[in-house]
């Protein structure tokens, strides 16, 4: 007999190695034990949403916001699953709303600046990737929105020190936050 704890384990463990599909399956029976399990739920919603599964996933981190309320990291992965079904508007408004409730949140500011990248709004995506950077001088996904906002800006001197930091730490759009 799985316990709980046993349950989630290898679900996190499955995710991690990108074997969302049979995560899922671990995160849903640790959920026919304990049906409003908020960390299942958030679990299960995450590789759901890895999986390409919105709707399910939306549904499963809506659970958990119905049932432990907002809180940023929550507010975050709802608005990746909006960005994802190309809902800018829920997406932005997730994001900005994480920010209320912490604004020191690198990757709130980053995806932030990545909706406003795609909208065209560049001053805007600009100054969200720099809070980003300015919170985290090590994030590399969002120096390589930054740089690519600095491009697109016609900003060269800028372009060239977010371009230098992007090689130095090796951040050649690798990661899902990247904006191309």
């Keep these: 007999m799985d316990n709980p704890n046993t349950l989630n384990d290898r679900g996190m463990a499955l995710t991690q190695a990108g074997r969302y599909d049979d995560a899922i399956k671990y ?4 959920l026919e034990l304990e049906p409003t399990n908020p960390v299942f739920l958030y679990n299960r919603g995450e590789a759901l ?17 119905s049932l432990q309320g907002e809180e940023a990291d929550l507010l975050l992965a709802l608005g990746l699953v909006a960005y994802e079904d190309d809902d800018y508007d829920l997406a932005e408004e997730r994001y900005e ?6 604004s020191a949140f ?4 980053n995806d932030l600046g990545v909706v406003k990248f795609r909208r065209g709004d560049y001053p805007e995506a600009r100054l969200a990737f720099e809070k980003a950077v300015a919170l985290d001088p ?3 996904d969002a120096w ?12 060269k001197r800028e372009w060239a020190k977010a371009a230098a930091k992007v090689k130095e730490l090796g951040s050649e759009g690798d990661g899902e936050g990247d904006d191309s």
Excluded: I, M, Q
């Design 27 to 30: 995160f849903t029976k640790g």
């Design 49 to 65: 949403r890895r999986a390409g599964r919105l709707a399910e996933a939306k549904a499963d981190l809506e659970s958990v916001l």
């Design 97 to 102: 709303r994480a920010l209320v409730l912490r």
């Design 106 to 109: 690198p990757e709130a500011w």
């Design 138 to 140: 090590g994030f590399g």
């Design 144 to 155: 390589f929105n930054l740089r690519d906002t600095y491009e697109e800006l016609g900003l």
